[in-house]
């Protein structure tokens, strides 16, 4: 089992870069696939990006693809969203889930644990 733990949303003008942080606890971190989903007010939870438990694979949404890169570290249990040329519609509360199934892809129902959300808000 695994608790992720997200961090370093904020506040940003369009065209600028934030990093995202999801740490998660357990010893099993590198066995589990991790994707990073958002929602903004109003709006469902949706797809931003998927890795694969050994980073081995990448997936992107079409409306963050060549903006976004996911990565991550499993020796320190984290996994990174670097966001660059942010635009005002990537404004939303970031989540970062862990699937501990051997899946992989953008379906939010594969995913067995999520984190709270960091809020990324970006200013035009």
């Known amino acids: 089992q695994v608790q992720p733990v997200e961090s370093g949303g904020g506040l940003v003008q369009a065209g600028g870069s934030l990093r995202l942080s999801c740490a998660a606890s357990?010893?099993?971190?590198?066995?589990?696939?991790m994707g990073w989903f958002r929602q903004a007010p109003g709006n469902t939870r949706e797809f931003v990006a998927a890795?694969?438990?050994?980073?081995?694979?990448?997936t992107y949404a079409d409306s963050v693809k060549g903006r976004f890169t996911i990565s991550r570290d499993n020796a320190k249990n984290t996994v990174y969203l670097q966001m660059n040329s942010l635009k005002p519609e990537d404004t939303a509360v970031y989540y970062c889930?862990?699937?501990?199934?051997?899946?992989?892809?953008?379906?939010?129902?594969?995913?067995?644990?999520w984190g709270q959300g960091t809020q990324v808000i970006v200013s035009s």
């Open positions: 889930a862990a699937n501990s199934r051997d899946l992989f892809g953008s379906n939010p129902a594969i995913y067995d644990y």
């Open positions: 890795i694969s438990w050994s980073g081995g694979r990448t």
């Open positions: 357990g010893r099993t971190f590198g066995r589990y696939s």
